[in-house]
């Protein structure tokens, strides 16, 4: 494969090409910070629209605010510069992770073409919405890269955290932690949460930033696990494996931090040690409200920005604006040296951000194929984003795209008594319901769904299912598509 580059080097150039592309509309009529946005984002995504820019934001004249610009296979690939298939993205992603291409400090930064201090610094001064009815406040970082450096390697790391404005300097910033500091398997990504308490424990503030605007490619760095305590600055340099070229850095004003230098906005500040607080409720990917009670309190020291920035938002919930059909494809890496399995899906739509739901095809004939099946799945390096814990195996014919389909073969192949097998916990259950959706070391149930595996032969016939199933085949199906328009049915 050539590196031949992406196009555009920050997110007003990639917005460019999603307007080239008609995949961008510009809404012109005013519209309230105050859950407006977020219903029309949320709607759009919903019927797989385009991308869009909001242009007359009520109380923000002459301020914009894009959503919507990652969520399916025709984004995302202009954002990678590819053919807009999964298949072509993924051979993209993979080659780019394996050619990871350092950053670069360059001397004069886009996102330092304003630079705000002292009172000048008010977090309310861009427009940053009420995303969804319920939440406790403005969430102005949601694809947001919040980055901090590891005190042992000075390795920078860049994650997508929620983070809520508390006051005009103030912001939470929930960086997850459930893993204690040199507990990850390698590979594994240390990101804000060690940082401070690394720093905590010699008593030491973290500084931190936060660039708003970044471009597509640094946003789904800022997303995936990487690994960042071996490779250093590990999403600038992986996000430059994508794009064919290095990312270009600019030092912060106020710390030793390296931000993106074609960022929108930059915000500056720091954690101070042993200070949490409280943020939310904010409307989560898992479908649920929920509330942090001990999250780290930015104080935000400088602001930089262009002039005239763009913010850049996205509303979670069940269908968000990043392209979750990937989980998909880690998943069949981690599956890769499973035989007979010959498709996996995640369903986006039932998924609750984290896949909670495996769809694996297969070619099986008996029950011990099957059994064997189920042992290397469950031993999969499953975690991180993707935590299933309904696996459902189909045989091969099966279109796991299909969620009726698959159900279908649920309802008529798995007796629950027979086909259905369920895991031991290896952690105790907490009742609290957030716990319940990350719940990574639980249970897990496997239901045969193979029709196959339940055919025999008795006495010279054929007994249990009657292959194969009654259904058009995608040869059939396919020559009726491309004909529709002919037959004038509508
Ligand atoms: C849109 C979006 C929002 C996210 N919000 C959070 C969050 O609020 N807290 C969190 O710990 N992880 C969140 N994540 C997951 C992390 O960004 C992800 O696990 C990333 O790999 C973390 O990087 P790290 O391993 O370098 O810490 C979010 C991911 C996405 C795509």
Redesign the pocket.
């Known amino acids: 494969m050539v590196d031949r580059g992406v196009g555009y080097k920050d997110l007003r150039g990639f917005l460019s090409i999603l307007e080239e592309a008609s995949a961008l509309r510009h809404v012109r009529a005013q519209v309230d910070l105050r859950h407006e946005i977020g219903a029309i984002s949320a709607r759009t995504l919903r019927h797989k629209g385009p991308a869009l820019v909001f242009e007359n934001i009520e109380g923000y004249p002459g301020q914009c605010l894009v959503t919507n610009i990652l969520d399916d296979v025709e984004k995302f690939a202009l954002a990678l510069g590819t053919e807009p298939s999964v298949e072509a993205i993924i051979e993209r992603i993979e080659h780019g992770k394996g050619r990871p291409i350092p950053p670069r400090v360059i001397d004069s930064a886009a996102c330092q073409e304003v630079v705000r201090t002292g009172d000048d610094v008010d977090l309310d001064q861009f427009p940053t919405p009420w995303w969804h009815e319920l939440d406790g406040g403005r969430y102005i ?3 947001g890269g919040v980055i901090t450096a590891d005190p042992r390697t000075g390795y920078i ?7 809520m404005i508390k006051d005009r300097n103030t912001l939470s ?5 459930d893993w204690e500091v040199g507990a990850k398997p390698p590979g ?7 940082h401070v308490l690394l720093n905590e424990a010699q008593g030491k503030p973290t500084p931190v930033a936060i660039a708003l605007g970044m471009d597509p490619l640094l946003t789904y760095a ?5 690994p ?1 305590e071996s490779l250093q600055h ?2 600038y340099a992986i996000a430059g494996g994508w794009r064919g070229a290095p990312t270009e850095l600019a030092p912060c004003k106020t710390s030793d931090l390296l931000v993106p230098a074609w960022a929108e906005i930059i915000i500056e500040g720091e954690f101070l040690p042993n200070e949490r607080s409280a943020e939310g409720p904010h409307g ?2 898992q479908g649920f409200y929920n509330s942090h009670s001990q999250v780290f309190m930015m104080h935000v020291r400088c602001i930089t920005h262009r002039k005239s920035p763009v913010s850049y938002g ?1 509303i ?1 919930g069940a269908r ?3 392209p979750k059909f990937m989980q998909s494809s880690y998943a069949r890496s981690l599956l890769a040296t499973v035989d007979n399995i010959t498709d996996v899906h995640v369903p986006e739509e039932i998924g609750a951000g984290a896949g909670m739901f495996l769809f694996v095809a297969a070619r099986v004939e008996t029950t011990e194929e099957v059994e064997q099946l189920i042992t290397a799945i469950g031993g999969a390096r499953w975690g ?2 993707l935590r299933p814990r309904w696996f459902i195996i189909v045989d091969d014919d099966c279109d796991l795209h299909d969620l009726e389909e698959v159900m279908w073969r649920v309802g008529i192949s798995a007796l629950p008594d027979h086909d259905v097998q369920i895991t031991e916990r290896t952690f105790p259950l907490m009742h609290e319901p957030m716990t319940r959706l990350y719940d990574e070391k639980g249970s897990r149930i496997f239901i045969d769904a193979t029709f196959k595996t339940k055919q025999a032969v008795k006495n010279g016939k054929t007994v249990g299912f009657t292959l194969p199933v009654n259904k058009i085949s995608r040869e059939l199906a396919g020559k009726v598509e491309s004909r529709w328009r002919e037959y004038g049915i509508d």
Do not use: M, P
């Not at 910033?173 to 932690?177: D, E, F, L, Y």
């Open positions: 970082g949601t694809t790391n860049v994650g997508l955290y929620r983070a910033v929930s960086a997850r932690g594994y990504s240390y990101g804000a949460y060690t800022g997303g995936r696990v990487l960042s590990a999403e989560e990917s996205l979670c968000e604006d990043f991180g984003n």
